[in-house]
Every structure is written in structure tokens, then in C-alpha cells.
């Protein structure tokens, strides 16, 4: 049975995505500092004006409800994907003052993409933005790697009752590390400083040792570091990753993408001493194996093509696109031209499922998670043991994630399911890019990327493609970060609601 949503449902609704708006106006405040130190003027006035009307919408909706009022699980869902849509609305308001894009809509495009580390950008002369709003477009990822519901409640949301666990959930996240919701997000906030201080470190070091000037070199750092860990894969140069030619630049941030795409109950473990769950655990064999495969097709592909002159320089080029398209990440050291002229055949239907198989769950990546696939596996092996089995016999099937698990059919069907929604969704990406005049396998390539929050592209997303394709992909980008489940809600209960509207007329 269908519900709609009550007048104190939709107040409470209201007030809370009114704060997790209000925590974006918060996050303005560093692009805002970063202009006056660099003396950006300009850019200084764009995060004020875009702090304030931030603040003051977040605020507002906020006044709607009475702190601390209840929350339902509907209700979480429904914020959750509200809070999605409206930051990466008002966080454009400064990048859409920056002179860098066509229209609003094209900021809106690159928040969107940035909240949800996919990594696809519009911008437009980027070798010449801004620092400040740079600084902006990476801490997008940021605070999307973590997840928005994550970085609120790590400052204490003031959710009452079971509310903190309803939105940790309906973000995409269903594991608790710490005894509460509230101690886990503060640890995943945690480790993510430790990866991205050694990261910056790291990665300006080597920015220095190949002659960039100190202050670039670490900003440069940050930024690599934020986009390589949150798989999100923004860069401050049009060129990418390529724009360093650096193979130390390279295995820093293929070790930062790994880092990123593990389940962050794996950071626990191996945190808390016992690195052992890492080989017994499913989806990190699952990871381990596509990786494995992947790797190999490319490396055959590429040789094939001959791209690349040496194997040496085909693995190079093969085993960081293809960590970069499974993790989420999203960087490239090519021109997006070649994925076409050269990546064509078994190398290029390698990196499309690279890209759609994705990393772990609970993690900063993307794409249908190697957990999915590895029960899917388990339950294929499981029905064809059931198949050849005495008729009396009753066959059971384990797997291994962080504890010994029976493997149901409902658990089963859950993992069909989200595969399903998500290869429907690629599909039909690639036949509205198709419908627009852009080539089959171009185009499929651009879906997956949207939908499973990757940022590979094939030059398909820029400022010049239509309007409806770049919705579509706003669209897919939101849907695929969100994992189908929170959009249905809220479509449902828009639906509902207008039901009942007209019932009363």
C-alpha cells in the first residue's frame, strides 16, 4: 500500500534537508578563504554570494519543523534524495558566477557530477580557473566520497531516535563500524583525513622533485589526492592525469583509487591489526579477480592495436585505466579520442565492464560492486548444486563477508535486482546518446560512465552536447550514486501525493 506523505512528515522532511543544505553553506567558507588568501577578488564574492543564499535556503527550510522532530524511514529516503538534488543545485551558484560555464545548468552539471565523485565536467577553459573555485570542484568529491548524510552526521545532526541509522542507510551505506551511526561516520571522516594528508604529501613531493613550484605542487597534491581517494577524478588541468607525465604520479594515485574503493570495514580491520579479512572476504576476491581479468584483456587489447610501443608501457597504460574505470575514479593518461581509435575492440569492452562492475560497497566507489557479483557467482554455483542434487537433499551456500553468511534468496534477489536496475539504466543512456546522433559504442561508454559514477569519457560529455543529454546524464549520475532504491521513494511519494491531491478536488 502506497502512503503519501503527511503535512509533519513533509516538515520534517523540509528541516532536515534544510540542514544538510545549511552544512554546503558551511563547506563554502574554505573556497572562500582560499580566494582572499590567493587575492582572487572575484572568486571571493562568488563563495560569499553563494554562501549566503546556501545558508539562507538551508536555514529556512529548516524553521519548517521544530529540531530534533521524528523521522521515519520514508522520510530519510526521501531526504536523502532531495539533499542530493538540492546542494548540487545551490553549490553551483558560485562555479555558475565563475565565467567558466555556458549556463547555470552546466554548473548545476558539474556539482552534480562532483557531489557524486562521477568526475564528467563541462568546464570550459579549466587551465585557467580560478584557485578558489578549483578548490571548490574537488571538495565536491569530498564531502560526496563520504557521502552528505556521513559528513552531517559527524558534526551531530540532532536526529532523534533511530533517524541517524534510517539516512545512513538510505545514503547507500548499511554497515556500522563503531557501536552507533554517529561514531562510524566520525571514523570513515577519519580515515579519510589520514589517506588524503599522506596522499598530498606524497603526490607534491613528486609535483617538486618534476619542477612545479612548492605552493602548486601541494595544491596539486590535494587535489589528485581528494580525486584519486573519493573516486572521483575532477583534475585542475583539461588534461587530466595525462597533463603530469609521471609514472610515480601514476602508482601514488592507483594505490590512492585501491585505497578508495575498499569497504571501509576493511579499513577497520586492517586498522584494528587483522589485515586477514582482505583475502577471505568475497567481494575483495571478487575486486581481486576483476581487476585480474580486466587487466589481461586490456593488456592483450592494447597490444593488439598497437597503441602503445612495449608491453611495458601497455600494462602501464592498460592496469591504470582499468584500476581508474573499477574503482570509479575516472582519470586518464589518454586523449579521449584514443578510446575509440585505440582502446577499440577486447581493450575497450574491458575498461565498459570495468566501469560497470565498479568497486565495494560502503566504500567511495561506484557501479553495481563487486559484493553483487560475487554473490551472483555463489548463487549461479548455488542453483546448479541444487540442480544436480538428490531430490531430498537440501543444499546450502555460505559466503564469507566479514562473517560467515548464509546466502538466501532474498539476498540473492536484492543483488539481481540492483544489477538489473543499473544495466537497464546503462542501456538506456546509451539509446538517448544514440537517438542524439552519437555512435553505439560511444555512447554506451558515456551511460556507463555517468551511471556508475566513473568520469571516463570518450569526448561525448562537453559543453556543446545537448541540453536533454546533459539532464539525462545529471539523471543517471544522481540515480547511480543513490543505488535506485531512494529515487523510486521519492518518485513514489510525489506520486501519491499528487493522487491525493486530485482525490479531493
Not at 599522506?198 to 605542487?217: D, P
Not at 558515456?446 to 541540453?467: D, K, Q
Request: hydrophobic fraction near 50%; charge should be positive.
Amino acid at each position: 500500500m502506497w502512503v503519501a506523505p503527511q503535512r509533519r512528515d513533509l516538515g520534517a522532511i523540509a528541516h532536515y534537508t534544510g540542514l544538510l543544505i545549511t552544512t554546503v553553506a558551511g563547506a563554502m567558507v574554505i573556497p572562500l578563504a582560499t580566494a582572499l588568501v590567493a587575492g582572487e577578488w572575484g572568486p571571493a564574492l562568488d563563495f560569499a554570494l553563494g554562501a549566503g543564499v546556501t545558508a539562507a535556503i538551508g536555514m529556512g527550510l529548516a524553521q519548517m519543523a521544530p529540531r530534533g522532530a521524528y523521522l521515519g524511514r520514508r522520510d530519510a529516503l526521501i531526504i536523502t534524495a532531495l539533499a542530493w538534488l538540492s546542494i548540487s543545485l545551490v553549490g553551483a551558484i558560485p562555479l555558475s558566477l565563475s565565467g567558466h560555464y555556458g549556463s547555470f545548468l552546466d554548473a548545476w552539471f558539474e556539482t552534480m557530477s562532483g557531489f557524486t565523485t562521477s568526475g564528467l565536467t563541462l568546464s570550459q577553459d579549466l587551465d585557467h580557473m580560478a584557485v578558489a573555485h578549483n578548490m571548490w570542484r574537488h571538495l565536491t568529491h569530498l564531502i560526496g566520497g563520504q557521502g552528505i548524510i556521513v559528513a552531517a552526521l559527524t558534526v551531530a545532526m540532532g536526529v532523534r531516535g533511530g533517524g541517524a541509522i534510517s539516512l545512513y542507510i538510505a545514503e547507500g551505506r548499511d554497515e556500522r563500524i563503531m557501536p552507533n551511526v554517529i561514531h562510524t561516520a566520525r571514523f570513515i571522516w577519519f580515515v579519510t583525513a589520514v589517506y588524503v594528508s599522506l596522499g598530498t604529501v606524497a603526490l607534491g613531493i613528486a609535483n617538486l622533485a618534476a619542477g612545479m613550484e612548492f605552493s602548486r605542487s601541494f595544491l596539486h597534491g590535494f587535489w589528485a589526492t581528494i580525486a584519486c581517494y573519493d573516486t572521483g577524478g575532477f583534475g585542475p588541468q583539461s588534461m587530466n592525469a595525462l597533463y603530469y607525465h609521471s609514472p610515480i604520479f601514476e602508482i601514488v594515485t592507483v594505490m590512492l583509487m585501491l585505497a578508495g574503493t575498499l569497504n571501509f570495514n576493511l579499513h577497520a580491520d586492517v586498522w584494528r591489526g587483522d589485515p586477514r579479512e582482505i583475502g577471505k572476504n568475497i567481494e575483495a576476491r571478487s575486486l581481486a579477480v576483476n581487476i585480474a581479468l580486466l587487466s589481461a584483456a586490456v593488456g592483450f587489447g592494447l597490444g593488439a592495436s598497437q597503441l602503445y610501443s612495449g608491453w611495458g608501457e601497455v600494462l602501464r597504460k592498460g592496469v591504470y585505466h582499468v584500476m581508474s574505470a573499477n574503482s570509479g575514479t575516472g582519470h586518464q593518461t589518454l586523449y579521449t579520442t584514443q578510446w575509440l581509435n585505440g582502446y577499440s575492440g577486447l581493450g575497450f569492452a574491458a575498461i565498459l565492464l570495468a566501469m560497470a562492475f565498479g568497486g565495494m560497497v560502503s566504500s567511495t566507489a561506484g557501479g553495481i560492486k563487486a559484493l553483487r557479483l560475487g554473490l551472483i557467482a555463489k548463487g549461479v554455483l548455488w542453483r546448479v548444486k541444487q540442480s544436480i542434487a538428490p531430490a531430498s537433499s537440501v543444499i546450502t551456500q555460505k559466503y564469507h563477508h566479514l562473517l560467515d553468511v548464509p546466502l538466501t534468496s532474498e539476498v540473492l534477489s536484492n543483488a539481481l535486482m540492483v544489477f538489473v536496475l543499473y544495466v537497464i539504466t546503462y542501456i538506456t543512456g546509451a539509446l538517448i546518446g544514440a537517438a542524439y546522433g552519437y555512435p553505439a559504442g560511444a555512447a554506451l561508454f558515456e551511460s556507463i560512465s555517468a551511471t556508475a559514477n566513473v568520469g571516463l569519457s570518450t569526448g561525448i560529455t562537453a559543453p556543446t552536447m545537448p541540453a536533454g543529454l546533459k539532464i539525462t546524464y545529471m539523471v543517471q549520475m544522481w540515480a547511480g550514486r543513490l543505488e535506485f532504491i531512494t529515487l523510486f521513494a521519492l518518485i513514489a511519494s510525489i506520486v501519491t501525493s499528487f493522487r491525493r491531491g486530485r482525490g479531493r478536488q
